[in-house]
């Protein structure tokens, strides 16, 4: 069960955060139209729901960081790989596993310089916060004016996506150094749906 989780993972958050922007963003839209409505706008009127276009913003952010590492994971970011398939298959494997662990590496790179970026920015204070040390030396860390939330929650999208894409281009990378095989995805196949047979229609008898 874990791991059928960690193999689905990005398709798992991508739909939560999807269906929570779809959902805030429908209730931001329905409160506007009941603020012009008599009676019900005194009502509507007092639900503030001002945040609602940062946090949908917030949340597509953090999809593109998450999606990214499910394109890597089912081969479908672009790349220009011309010259490396014209190339013998000895020193093709090579380029391929250079260029995935340079991914590899670069991601993982920005997902310390991320997750050192937010440990100052506010999680530094809220970790001993949490733990009953005192914070008087620590800088408490910006908060998101619309949202009024600590700004380091939302930059945890910077080391949580980019570790995830390290570490789907280090399991790309194994794989291929294992069956030779990149994956690849195919844009006419929806993964769940199986394919139907053609409909076969009698021909009407004389």
Known sequence: MLNKVLDHLEEWLI???MATATLIIFFAVLHRYLAGVPYIQDYALKLDMSWAQTLCTILFVWMCKFGAAYGVRTGIHVGVDVVINRMAPKNRSRFVIFGLLAGAF???????LGAVFVWKNGAHHAFFELIGQPT?????????????????IIYLAIPLGSALMS???MQVCVAFW???ELPTH????????????????EEAKP
């Open 15 to 17: 739909s939560i955060l």
């Open 106 to 112: 670069f991601t993982g790179v920005i997902a310390v």
């Open 136 to 152: 008087d030396d620590v800088p408490e860390g910006p908060t998101d004016p619309d949202l009024e939330w600590p700004t380091w």
């Open 167 to 169: 570490y789907r281009f």
């Open 178 to 180: 294992k069956t030779g």
């Open 186 to 201: 195919d844009h006419a196949h929806v993964e769940g749906v199986d394919e139907q047979t053609p409909l076969q229609v």
